[in-house]
T-cell receptor, first 113, second 113 residues
């Protein structure tokens, strides 16, 4: 499978705490993306990190990429109840059909007020 | 700007019936795709298209047909529905150049009895 794999499958924290989710993948990539899905809704793009980048920030989100370990992490700082959602990593694999993304199975994050 | 629009949002079919899930985007995206999402399986690619008149199979194409007669529309057809096709279906589109995010529709929940 060329899919990424998120870890953990589920994460439960209190408001104000930080949430860290990990993604591992198996092939060389052009970029890795993180998406969020609220219950019953479509996926929404959060952040993209290219293979030559090591870290990116967007608001309370911090993404790291280690291509030598074929892994990425998504950190959400100072979590809020509204951050409760499923989070998916997706890779654009080198040599794959242009435009195609491979999604992992996701991490379900629950943030308790 | 509507983005990606999917219809219907909900549909119940009997085994053997046919139907078409509609997808339209107004962002002039070359790439369009259909995913299915099942519990614990993440998103799996059914079919995709890189432009009008061009379609190709993804990971799970059996039982589904697509066509791309215009840039805007990418319908997904189930010719003879089976209970195994009970799922949530997402249409997504993106630009091919300047690789970036996928834009998702809100999903179509299909139940086959």
């Amino acid at each position: 499978s060329q899919q990424g794999e998120e870890d953990p499958q589920a994460l439960s924290i209190q408001e104000g705490e930080n949430a860290t989710m990990n993604c591992s993948y198996k092939t060389s990539i052009n970029n890795l993306q993180w998406y969020r899905q609220n219950s019953g809704r479509g996926l929404v793009h959060l952040i993209l990190i290219r293979s030559n980048e090591r870290e990116k920030h967007s608001g309370r989100l911090r993404v790291t990429l280690d291509t030598s370990k074929k892994s990425s992490s998504l950190l959400i700082t100072a979590s809020r109840a509204a951050d409760t959602a499923s989070y998916f990593c997706a890779t654009e694999n080198r040599g794959s059909t242009l435009g195609r993304l491979y999604f992992g199975r996701g991490t379900q994050l629950t943030v308790w007020p | 700007n509507a983005g990606v629009t999917q219809t219907p949002k909900f549909q119940v079919l009997k085994t053997g019936q046919s139907m078409t899930l509609q997808c339209a985007q107004d962002m002039n995206h070359e790439y369009m795709s259909w995913y299915r999402q099942d519990p614990g399986m993440g998103l799996r690619l059914i079919h995709y298209s890189v432009g009008a008149g061009i379609t190709d199979q993804g990971e799970v194409p059996n039982g589904y047909n697509v066509s791309r007669s215009t840039t805007e529309d990418f319908p997904l057809r189930l010719l003879s529905a089976a209970p195994s096709q009970t799922s949530v279906y997402f249409c997504a589109s993106r630009r091919l150049l300047n690789t970036g995010e996928l834009f998702f529709g809100e999903g179509s929940r299909l139940t086959v009895l």
